[in-house]
């Protein structure tokens, strides 16, 4: 058992970047101790609304550099405290400005993170169509890919999204996979698996940490699921819910508000990404 607090590496956990081992420790941690999971919970939705946070035009300056920045500038007494010395080349005043601005922010929430420039998957367009009144067929909104989502090889979708060893049981009792879709983004896949059972459907998309989901100007909230810490889109009519396991993360799309049979879903995807290895 790993007894140490472990608030400096969650941000790093939370992006996929630890070694296996230290990963492992993490999660094990997490299993009992009730503050670090709280904590955990700040710090994952953290991340995700900093992958929300458009870049100004033009900018070269990273976000480790802004943490750099802030850092250097709290006084000992933990206030901010600019040194009135410190000089700034006038190339990057101004997007620097905005970028400590939302950091700070962020900070005034109680988490910390750091963003890495790739790519995004906007779910925004497909949420929006999900989102409409019902209609005669409602699934098939849920089932139907987003923009740029290709057919795939049903196989090939599976092991793109790691669940492929454990894709002979279906994450809920009665129901198929009946959809999947894949698309490239830079050197990485995402992908879309549609579940059915003949009335009710859901759709997962899973990809690499690194490839971040964006959402426009929903909200997100953390949510508690039977014990696993999530976050949740707010969407009136769905239960759009994110969470992460190992290298991926996951958005479980989906019309059903019951606690439980969302929970059921989380869990397989996080129990066969906690086993992931690849063939």
Known sequence: MWHRHIRKNLVAFCEGELEV??????????????????EYGQVSRGVFLARHLSRPAGSTLS????????ADG????????????????????????????????????SFQYRSRHHSSINLDP??????????????????AAPPGFQAADE???LRAAGVERVA??????????????????????AVQLGYGNGSEVFSVFVAPRKVP????????????????????????RTSTVLFSAKRFHCVLVTRSKDKQTLAAIVRYFLSAHEAWRPL
Not at 74 to 98: I, K
Not at 213 to 236: D, M
Request: glycine residues 6%.
């Open 74 to 109: 709290l006084d000992r007494t933990g206030h901010e405290a600019f040194d009135s010395t410190r000089r700034v080349s006038s190339s990057w005043v101004g997007p620097g400005v905005f970028a400590v601005a939302c950091l700070t922010l962020v900070l005034i929430g």
């Open 155 to 157: 196989q090939a979708a």
């Open 21 to 38: 081992k230290l990963s492992n420790q993490i999660e094990e941690h997490l299993r009992v101790c009730r503050r670090c999971r709280k």
């Open 168 to 189: 002979a049981e279906p994450p809920l009792a009665g129901y198929n996979l009946v959809r999947q879709y894949v698309l490239r983004v830079d050197s990485d896949e």
């Open 126 to 143: 497909y949420l929006s169509r999900v989102e409409t009144p019902a209609s005669a067929h409602p699934g098939e909104a849920i089932l």
């Open 213 to 236: 989901f964006a959402f426009g100007k929903r909200e997100i909230e953390s949510v508690e699921l039977n014990g696993i810490q999530c976050n949740e889109v707010t969407c009136p």
């Open 63 to 70: 976000w480790s550099e802004v943490e750099r920045a802030m």
